[in-house]
């Protein structure tokens, strides 16, 4: 008589755990929970050092050290906000690091963090919110959250190009 309850019961619980993870796993991006995200523009700016609209090649260097991250040379055009300790101006070059993959010293292989189409990004004019790592006198220019890419349309709009989240950011006096 055990049998006949555990059987279907372990089989039950098997396939609702089942369905549980599949439902998480299909409606999550790979690593959502570890980026942040915002829901508003005071929210993404104030937690920025440096908010700027720049000119971004299509094209980027690989760098390997620990984590392979893609290097961008990016063309400032307006600066709305600089708190990092660095002059920079209107016309300046700057270089942005985005972390692409982490390598797995197990299984001896990079895992990457990011799909090939948020590397693979059109050229264009976007507005970035930037955070600045200084590590062995060298500063690093990096976004603070891969949600959160906003293609400029013109005059004074935005919009975001890496997700639905907090798709649109209109700046008075662009």
């Known amino acids: 008589m055990k049998k006949i309850i555990f059987i279907p019961l372990t089989i039950i619980v098997g396939f609702v755990g089942y369905l549980a993870y599949s439902i998480v796993i299909d409606n999550t991006d790979h690593n959502v929970g570890l980026v942040k995200s915002y829901t508003d523009y005071e929210s993404i700016e104030s937690d920025a050092e440096l908010v700027v609209r720049a000119h971004l090649d299509k ?8 984590a392979k991250q893609a290097v961008r040379e990016i063309k400032i055009k307006k600066i709305f906000k600089n708190e990092t300790e660095n002059s920079i101006e209107k ?12 390598y797995d010293v197990q299984e001896k292989q990079y895992i990457n963090i990011k799909k090939e189409e948020e590397i693979n990004i059109k050229e264009g004019e ?3 919110f930037l955070n600045s790592v200084e590590h062995d006198g060298k500063t690093y220019y990096v976004n603070n959250s891969k949600h959160h890419l906003y293609k400029w349309r013109g005059k004074n709009t935005f919009e975001n190009v890496r997700s639905d989240m907090l798709e649109t950011i209109e700046i008075e006096n662009e």
Do not use: C, R
């Open 59 to 66: 094209n980027y260097t690989i760098v390997e050290t620990p």
């Open 91 to 102: 016309g300046d070059t700057i270089s942005l690091y985005e972390i692409i993959a982490f």
């Open 126 to 128: 976007y507005l970035l």
